[in-house]
């Protein structure tokens, strides 16, 4: 199914050399690594995009470039497309501080993230 979209220059599929398995992390590092984009949004196999969340954070973005990273809210469906929960109240209020960010990991990143391909750049991802 993907190699139509492939053939099509809709997208390009990546593999290991030798299709060795290398896990998730890797996989993800040679994506952000061959990316043409500006922007990088990472996406699992078992997740799902709200059907306007690339251009809202891209949006977003353009409107302020200096920031580097945006996120939003997601919720948990189950196998019939039923929400199960949202992963913030609607109640939330970012508070933009990193250190929250790295000690309670309160956003999914990279699920419901979009980053500009230069951050990761920078940090020696890309």
Do not use: W
């Not at 690594?33 to 306007?52: P, R, T």
Request: aromatic share 8%.
């Amino acid at each position: 199914m993907l190699q139509g979209y492939e053939k099509r220059g809709l997208l390009t599929l990546l593999s290991h050399a030798g299709r060795e398995k290398k896990g998730q992390s890797a996989s993800i590092n040679k994506g952000i690594k061959k990316s043409k984009s500006e922007y990088i949004s990472i996406l699992d196999s078992d997740d799902l995009f709200a059907h306007d969340k690339i251009k809202k954070q891209v949006t977003y973005l353009q409107r302020y470039p200096h920031i580097g990273l945006v996120y939003g809210n997601g919720k948990a469906i189950d196998e019939n497309s039923q929400e199960l929960y949202t992963i913030h109240d609607v109640e939330h209020v970012e508070n933009n501080d990193p250190n929250m960010l790295l000690l309670d990991c309160y956003f999914l990143l990279p699920k419901n993230s979009l980053v500009r391909a230069s951050v990761y750049a920078r940090i020696g991802g890309g």
